[in-house]
């Protein structure tokens, strides 16, 4: 049998886990992903004055932006990533009173800007790996 | 002592499933005409034609802006401007993009993750109205 103080004790317990439940909203963790990863180390694949745009279009595929330029186009290639992380500790029924909030957002993005000259060859290029630094939490 | 201990894991457990057991979305979102690959090697630079371009993938959606996607992004605070911009009419752009939502919605926990991949194809018209080069990635399988 259960003795009257253990059924109290049991109850508490519950109690405090239940509030905890209601109190606690929670913690949200989200992940964005848009666009591929750029495929190939351009340090590695373009060359200045040599590299042409067809080259480029064949290496890295479609460029996501196109910009015409009096001297040249210019191709952008961009991979976007969004971490986001909260923790929030609340009453949302009642009070709606908020007790602790904690938000990081993270947005870091893979970044490539071919530049052509006029007769369509490689100018100059940039990259910018923003992804990695992302942290989990 | 046991019995208690018994009727506590019991309870535990019936709390554990409630917070288990709240829910899990999947979503799937599909945008574009899907680019056909197999008229993607009949692509010949110096030779084949806008005309044949608009015939074989249909009308370039750099008129037909992915407006409603792009909404939805700048809603989600993910990006304000649109993903691909190609205003210039030497330039055709064909786009079919897919965007995966999945999410695990606890009491206690939520984890939420959102992939968006496209098939792209860039076409470059020269003064002639034949294709100059061209460039095609297709970034949909990375979701399987």
């Known amino acids: 049998m259960v003795s009257i103080k253990e059924r109290k004790n049991c109850g508490r317990v519950l109690a405090f886990m239940v509030l905890l439940m209601i109190l606690t909203g929670g913690c949200t963790i989200g992940r964005v992903y848009i666009g591929s990863e750029i495929r190939y180390d351009p340090k590695e694949k373009i060359r200045k004055g040599v590299t042409t745009k067809s080259d480029i279009l064949e290496i890295f595929g479609?460029?996501?932006?196109?910009?015409?330029?009096?001297?040249g186009d210019i191709?952008?290639?961009?991979?976007?990533?969004?971490?986001?992380?909260?923790?929030?500790?609340?009453?949302?029924?009642?009070?709606?009173?908020?007790?602790f909030s904690y938000t990081r957002i993270q947005d870091k993005k893979d970044h490539l800007v071919i530049?052509?000259?006029k007769d369509g060859v490689v100018k100059n290029y940039g990259f910018q790996r923003g992804v990695r630094e992302l942290t989990p939490f | 002592m046991k019995r208690l201990l018994g009727f506590l894991a019991q309870m535990i457990g019936v709390l554990f499933l409630f917070v288990l057991l709240t829910g899990c979305v999947i979503g799937r979102y599909y945008e574009g005409p899907?680019?056909?690959?197999e008229k993607i090697k009949d692509i010949k630079p110096g030779i084949t034609t806008?005309?044949?371009?608009?015939?074989?993938?249909?009308?370039?959606?750099?008129?037909?802006?992915?407006?409603?996607?792009?909404?939805?992004?700048?809603?989600?605070?993910?990006?304000?401007?649109?993903?691909?911009?190609?205003?210039?009419?030497?330039?055709?752009?064909?786009?079919?993009?897919?965007?995966?939502?999945?999410?695990v919605v606890l009491i206690l926990f939520n984890y939420i993750e959102g992939k968006v991949k496209s098939d792209h194809l860039v076409v470059f018209i020269d003064e002639n109205d034949r294709v100059q080069y061209y460039g095609f990635y297709k970034g949909t399988e990375e979701l399987r």
């Open chain 2, 34 to 37: 899907i680019i056909p690959e």
């Open chain 1, 75 to 99: 191709f952008i290639y961009a991979y976007l990533r969004k971490n986001s992380s909260k923790f929030v500790i609340e009453e949302p029924y009642f009070t709606n009173l908020t007790f």
């Open chain 1, 62 to 71: 479609a460029p996501d932006r196109v910009t015409h330029q009096y001297d």
């Open chain 1, 115 to 117: 530049l052509f000259d």
């Open chain 2, 50 to 103: 806008k005309e044949e371009i608009i015939r074989w993938f249909g009308p370039p959606q750099n008129y037909l802006s992915p407006t409603i996607f792009n909404q939805i992004l700048r809603e989600l605070d993910v990006t304000r401007e649109p993903l691909n911009y190609y205003p210039f009419a030497n330039i055709l752009s064909y786009q079919f993009n897919q965007g995966n939502v999945r999410a």
